[in-house]
């Protein structure tokens, strides 16, 4: 697994299981270790990790490549300027239930009811999602044009 790919998070004893292959990430990520105790037992998300730079006030990539490879002795320093979400975009396991067999809109419906009510709260965050064309198309303009372009 290579970072920025797409990473599976499990609520499991309190601690958040990264793809059993990618052990590393606990002490690098301990804003997301912390916030794991939202996660109810039984949860699989999928998803992707995304850090936020809080000084150029956007995602940041380069952010997310520093803070994989810091060690644990810099995570905590790192994660206060470039902390660390999961943006959810679906739920594939509730309560221990493979929802895979479902539509993707009855999971999508099970994933919005997790954050209702502040259910889930950062670093967990609930990707957001259109059926319309149009919306999607103004997403696509609005989040994609580079920053001090005309």
């Known amino acids: 697994m290579s970072v ?5 998070g499990e609520a499991e004893e309190g601690f958040v299981d990264v793809v059993a292959s990618f052990p ?3 002490d690098r990520w301990p ?3 912390a916030a794991a105790g939202q996660l109810p037992d039984g949860l699989v998300l999928d998803g992707e990790l995304v850090v936020w730079d809080k000084a150029a006030g956007r995602l940041s990539f380069s952010a997310l490549q520093r803070r994989a490879a ?3 002795r810099g ?3 790192l994660a206060a300027g470039w902390p660390a979400f999961f943006a959810a975009f679906d739920v ?4 221990g239930e493979l929802l895979l067999r479902r539509p993707c809109s009855a999971r999508r419906a099970h994933l919005e009811l997790l954050f209702a009510d502040g259910g889930l709260t950062a ?10 064309a149009d919306t999607a198309r ?3 303009t609005s989040w994609t044009a580079k920053v001090g372009a005309p």
């Open 138 to 140: 103004e997403w696509l």
């Open 92 to 95: 594939l396991q509730q309560d």
């Open 24 to 26: 590393a990430v606990q």
């Open 70 to 72: 810091a060690g644990a």
């Open 31 to 33: 804003d997301l270790v």
């Open 123 to 132: 670093s967990w965050t609930l990707c957001p999602m259109t059926t319309d």
């Open 4 to 8: 920025g790919d797409q990473v599976d």
């Open 75 to 77: 995570a905590a320093g």
